[in-house]
């Protein structure tokens, strides 16, 4: 096992083990899918993204308010590499709400939701915004077999930020196609690419490969790996890594194979 290997072994481990509060959701991939938590469920995910331009280490929690309507509080810290050195960097918070049009059924049509969210130029280092940003988008996902053997996300909308100091206002498309294939049980491939991020400043077109295992149908893990491939982009390659947990505050409560869905 060479050095590398052995280095990402370590760190996906310790996330495993020292992560408080795991949760479930899409991210670290970027295209977002057609759902929502459901009525008293609670996500709370922690993921980190390492790559040539610093490490950052992303938290936030999904607070299912209806079954049709669900809001999420985020924020990260890392490293960045700016100033020829490891520069500590953090922001928060960032606030979206999401709202269910139509809930996915395999096999049938389309789901639909509607995403709208902003973020503050609150932290230290470089990873504070420029100024106050806003997004909205909205979010599409087919599925594909019975069991969910293939999930079919696209994803389009826009980012909008207005600079504090020269009161620029600058922003652009967003846009993504992502999907979720299942191989055995649990274990499925993932993979995706978008043109920008609307939680992120100048994050250019991407793309990310990785794996995702449902360990239970609240508690899930995924990892992979990513690169630009056009635009200004975030960086040349990263590795991404996330653990997800959802808690239930509903005795009754089923989920569906991906962990979010009502099962009546």
């Not at 991407?206 to 200004?232: M, P």
Request: glycine fraction near 12%.
């Amino acid at each position: 096992m060479t050095t590398k290997v052995k280095k990402v072994s370590l760190i996906l481990i310790v996330l495993t083990i020292f992560s408080v509060d795991p949760a479930w959701a899409v991210r670290p991939f970027i295209t977002d899918d057609a759902s929502v938590i459901g009525y008293k469920r609670v996500e709370i995910a922690n993921w980190m993204y390492v790559s040539d331009a610093g490490s950052e280490f992303w938290h936030s929690a999904n607070i299912g308010l209806t079954d049709w309507c669900e809001l999420t509080v985020a924020g990260f810290w890392g490293f960045s590499k700016d100033n020829n050195g490891k520069e500590f960097s953090y922001t928060v918070p960032l606030l979206q709400s999401k709202f269910l049009i139509r809930d996915y059924e395999p096999n049938s049509l389309p789901g639909l939701t509607v995403a709208v969210g902003g973020d503050l130029p609150w932290g230290k280092g470089a990873y504070v915004a420029d100024g106050y940003g806003t997004f909205g988008f909205a979010s599409a996902t087919q599925c594909i077999g019975e069991d969910e053997n293939v999930l079919i996300h696209g994803q389009v909308g826009g980012a909008f930020i207005k600079n504090q100091k020269n009161k620029e206002f600058k922003g652009g498309l967003v846009f993504g196609l992502g999907t979720q294939v299942k191989v055995y049980k649990g274990f499925h491939l993932i993979g995706e690419i978008v043109n920008g991020d609307p939680y992120i400043q100048n994050a250019g077109s991407q793309y990310q490969l990785g794996i995702r295992q449902f360990v239970s149908d609240k508690l899930q893990f995924d990892c992979a790996y990513g690169g630009g491939i056009g635009g200004e982009a975030r960086a040349s390659s990263w590795i991404t890594a996330g653990i997800r947990y959802v808690l239930s505050f509903n005795k009754d409560d089923k989920f569906a194979a991906n962990g979010r869905r009502i099962v009546e």
